[in-house]
């Protein structure tokens, strides 16, 4: 079974500065994709960047980037430029890739990291 | 695109009481899932769907039921409430191509 673990319950950064939110995770796959999740106070689930396990480049979506250490199974978020509007609780998510037919894309969460981004 | 959608919002019962939750996608998924979500704790997976007619336990399925009859629904239903039930739900769906799972706005629920 896979574990995803976020070690930082909240994290607190300055409008305009950057941040870090840490995540690792255990699995025996090798095939898989790893997800950061925006939930903001509106409790919408938006997809902020994903990561497939086969790249070696990191993704970046604009302001979000990721650090994906596949070895050390290791997969940080860095937000640049923080703003008002990425204060939100911020999930890491794992999906082992599925082998096809009916196999399906469960995701499994860690348990969330709290970014308050202060004016 | 509505996208998709949960009914209701929020919803307060009482211990023994039952109900339905339902959540509609207009993007023709064949993916869906019903994930609740408690404090200090991420979503966890109740139970999923791949296709119309077809559903199977997740990692918390214990005291719900749901159903798939049509393609763009998927309903949970709570046969007899319990406060460890009080959580937030998440519907989600995605296609076939799996790597990217898309959001209700969640459900509210409270178990007196």
């Known amino acids: 079974a896979q574990t995803v673990t976020q070690s930082q319950p909240e994290m607190s950064v300055q409008e305009a500065e950057t941040v870090t939110l840490s995540c690792t995770y255990d699995t025996s796959e090798n095939n898989y994709y790893l997800f950061w999740y925006k939930q903001p106070p509106s409790r919408q689930m938006i997809l902020v960047i994903r990561q497939e396990a086969y790249k070696q480049q990191n993704a970046t979506e604009n302001r979000f980037s990721v650090n994906f250490q596949k070895a050390a199974k290791s997969f940080s978020l860095k937000i640049s430029d923080s703003q008002l509007g990425d204060t939100a609780m911020y999930f890491c998510a794992f999906m082992k890739q599925p082998a096809g037919g009916t196999s399906y894309g469960k995701l499994t969460f860690g348990q969330g990291t709290i970014l308050t981004v202060h004016p | 695109n509505a996208g998709v959608t949960q009914t209701p919002k929020f919803r307060v019962l009482k211990t023994g009481q039952s109900m339905t939750l339902l959540c509609a996608q207009d993007?023709?998924?064949?993916?869906m899932y019903w994930y609740r979500q408690d404090p200090g704790m991420g979503l966890r997976l109740i139970h999923y769907s791949v296709g119309e007619g077809t559903t199977a336990k997740g990692e918390v399925p214990d005291g719900y039921n749901v159903s798939r009859l049509k393609k763009q629904n998927f309903l949970l239903g709570l046969e007899s409430a319990a406060p460890s039930q009080t959580s937030v739900y998440f519907c989600?769906?995605?296609?076939?191509?799996?790597?990217?799972?898309?959001f209700g706005p969640g459900t509210r629920l409270t178990v007196l």
């Open positions: 993007m023709n998924h064949e993916y």
């Open positions: 989600a769906s995605s296609s076939r191509n799996y790597n990217e799972q898309f």
